[in-house]
């Protein structure tokens, strides 16, 4: 049943690295309505804040999830199947799937069978955590099928209605808001000293070439203005995983040079680090949107190319565009006003009301009369069999969303024994995607 006035409205979000996390826990926060049925902010209303992680490469240390610095009721690590036998058992009001796209297909099959006899489930959302630039068709339609598809400004909007009405897919689940974690002071200048933050991003680029590219135009840059204080803001240490593998670290690399002392690495919450930064520079991170919306001058690198490999050909038109060269020149790019506007970024004000629409939605939909109707994705046996099952399959689901015989904890809490056995064989798979097998794709590369 949904929560009513008096309780706090039960919301869980399951993720699969510490930036989904991030999305999913403060997206949950934002969306929640203050009364299921009755459109409105959640100011007076209190939820209750339970938190999956998937386990996998990726899932995120105990450092990370720190960093990020969201925090919930409850927070455990879970298999795909050990989930869903939680949405079978827990009555919740909300779900927020901050998945890649295929653990979301995933989930959306799975929950289908776990809720196909219950008479009220909770809504379900999904979306992208932050700037969508590849796999544009094949990431929405494996999150096709959930109740809220939350596009991150009004150009994907556009674009993700435009992919589902053109395979003739029901849109109406797009719902445009922004992105959850924008927010701080508007950018004033006149920092001492002045702070020049490169933004690194864990596989753009990828290559040793192009990285220690960047890294040694950063020093440089450092060398060339000893007043200044430069900064390399990274998101992981080395050894740890968030969404997309890093086999470079620049840890690694700048051992191999000597920086002066005016340039420093950082780690931590990124908005902490925007409070003292007069000039960001990335190649195409999420960050650069973080900047714009506090109005800090930022500078999204052409040194590479302008390529949708790197990601850079998303701020095309942005304004943001320019080259280490350029900018040691003295150059500070303007961002386009109406680009900035598109992007969901709210330099000017109206970011409180971004998640309204999303929020007025869900309350209608736990309001409805004789609950939410089956979830029904765009994938199924039909319209891809040789496509689903593979997907399926990965997370230990049958063709109909069952759990595959075998599946981990598939029918029982695993005992003592078990669970140690786990976190070792979890342990070895770790080692193996983060230190072996970048060594070996190294050396077939000689």
Same mark, same amino acid.
């Given at each position: 049943?949904?929560?009513?006035?008096?309780?706090?409205?039960?919301?869980?979000?399951?993720?699969?690295?510490?930036?989904?996390?991030?999305?999913?826990?403060?997206?949950?926060?934002?969306?929640?309505?203050?009364?299921?049925?009755?459109?409105?902010?959640?100011?007076?209303?209190?939820?209750?804040? =339970?938190?999956?992680?998937?386990?996998?490469?990726?899932?995120?240390?105990?450092?990370?999830?720190?960093?990020?610095?969201?925090?919930?009721?409850?927070?455990?690590?879970?298999?795909?199947?050990?989930?869903?036998?939680?949405?079978?058992?827990?009555?919740?009001?909300?779900?927020?799937?901050?998945?890649?796209?295929?653990?979301?297909?995933?989930?959306?099959?799975?929950?289908?069978?776990?809720?196909?006899?219950?008479?009220?489930?909770?809504?379900?959302?999904?979306?992208?955590?932050?700037?969508?630039?590849?796999?544009?068709?094949?990431?929405?339609?494996?999150?096709?099928?959930?109740?809220?598809?939350?596009?991150?400004?009004?150009?994907?909007?556009?674009?993700?209605?435009?992919?589902?009405?053109?395979?003739?897919?029901?849109?109406?689940?797009?719902?445009?808001?922004?992105?959850?974690?924008?927010?701080?002071?508007?950018?004033?200048?006149?920092?001492?000293?002045?702070?020049?933050?490169?933004?690194?991003?864990?596989?753009?680029? =990828?290559?040793?070439?192009?990285?220690?590219?960047?890294?040694?135009?950063?020093?440089?840059?450092?060398?060339? *203005?000893?007043?200044?204080?430069?900064?390399?803001?990274?998101?992981?240490?080395?050894?740890?995983?968030?969404? *997309?593998?890093?086999?470079?670290?620049?840890?690694?690399?700048?051992?191999?040079?000597?920086?002066?002392?005016?340039?420093?690495?950082?780690?931590?919450?990124?908005?902490?680090?925007?409070?003292?930064?007069?000039?960001?520079?990335?190649?195409?991170?999420?960050?650069?949107?973080?900047?714009?919306?506090?109005?800090?001058?930022?500078?999204?690198?052409?040194?590479?190319?302008?390529?949708?490999?790197?990601?850079? *050909?998303?701020?095309?038109?942005?304004?943001?565009?320019?080259?280490?060269?350029?900018?040691?020149?003295?150059?500070?790019?303007?961002?386009?006003?109406?680009?900035?506007?598109?992007?969901?970024?709210?330099?000017?004000?109206?970011?409180?009301?971004?998640?309204?629409?999303?929020? =007025?939605?869900?309350?209608?939909?736990?309001?409805?009369?004789?609950?939410?109707?089956?979830?029904?994705?765009?994938?199924?046996?039909?319209?891809?069999?040789?496509?689903?099952?593979?997907?399926?399959?990965?997370?230990?689901?049958?063709?109909?969303?069952?759990?595959?015989?075998?599946?981990?904890?598939?029918?029982?809490?695993?005992?003592?024994?078990?669970?140690?056995?786990?976190?070792?064989?979890?342990?070895?798979?770790?080692?193996?995607?983060?230190?072996?097998?970048?060594?070996?794709?190294?050396?077939?590369?000689?």
């Amino acid at each position: 049943m949904p929560a009513s006035a008096t309780k706090p409205l039960r919301v869980a979000v399951l993720a699969d690295s510490d930036t989904r996390w991030k999305w999913g826990a403060l997206t949950a926060n934002r969306i929640a309505p203050s009364e299921p049925g009755k459109p409105g902010a959640a100011a007076g209303r209190g939820i209750r804040l =339970d938190g999956y992680l998937l386990r996998g490469r990726a899932t995120p240390t105990a450092r990370q999830l720190g960093e990020v610095g969201v925090r919930a009721d409850s927070l455990r690590e879970v298999t795909a199947v050990e989930f869903l036998r939680a949405m079978r058992e827990e009555p919740y009001d909300l779900l927020v799937l901050a998945l890649v796209g295929g653990g979301v297909q995933a989930m959306l099959h799975g929950l289908g069978r776990v809720w196909e006899d219950r008479p009220r489930r909770p809504v379900v959302v999904t979306g992208y955590v932050g700037v969508v630039y590849e796999k544009l068709a094949d990431g929405l339609l494996l999150r096709h099928g959930a109740d809220l598809v939350l596009a991150n400004s009004r150009q994907d909007a556009d674009r993700f209605r435009a992919v589902y009405e053109g395979v003739g897919a029901d849109a109406s689940s797009v719902t445009e808001v922004a992105l959850p974690f924008l927010g701080g002071d508007a950018y004033t200048g006149g920092q001492r000293p002045y702070t020049v933050v490169f933004a690194a991003q864990p596989s753009v680029p =990828d290559g040793r070439r192009d990285r220690t590219y960047l890294l040694d135009r950063l020093v440089r840059h450092a060398r060339r *203005h000893p007043e200044r204080e430069v900064l390399l803001k990274l998101r992981s240490k080395p050894g740890e995983h968030t969404t *997309h593998i890093e086999e470079l670290p620049y840890q690694k690399l700048v051992q191999r040079l000597d920086p002066p002392a005016n340039f420093r690495l950082v780690y931590g919450n990124m908005g902490e680090v925007l409070d003292r930064t007069d000039l960001l520079v990335t190649v195409s991170s999420t960050a650069a949107l973080e900047s714009l919306h506090r109005r800090i001058p930022t500078v999204v690198l052409t040194d590479l190319g302008i390529r949708e490999s790197l990601g850079n *050909h998303h701020f095309v038109g942005s304004g943001c565009l320019a080259s280490w060269d350029q900018l040691d020149a003295g150059h500070r790019p303007v961002p386009d006003a109406e680009w900035v506007a598109r992007q969901g970024v709210a330099a000017e004000g109206s970011y409180g009301t971004a998640f309204d629409t999303a929020r =007025d939605r869900i309350a209608e939909l736990l309001g409805r009369p004789g609950g939410l109707p089956p979830l029904t994705p765009y994938y199924t046996p039909v319209t891809a069999p040789g496509y689903l099952p593979g997907i399926l399959a990965r997370h230990h689901l049958g063709p109909d969303g069952a759990p595959l015989p075998g599946a981990p904890a598939a029918d029982r809490e695993p005992g003592a024994v078990r669970q140690i056995v786990r976190r070792a064989a979890r342990g070895a798979y770790r080692h193996g995607v983060q230190r072996v097998a970048p060594v070996i794709r190294r050396m077939g590369e000689l």
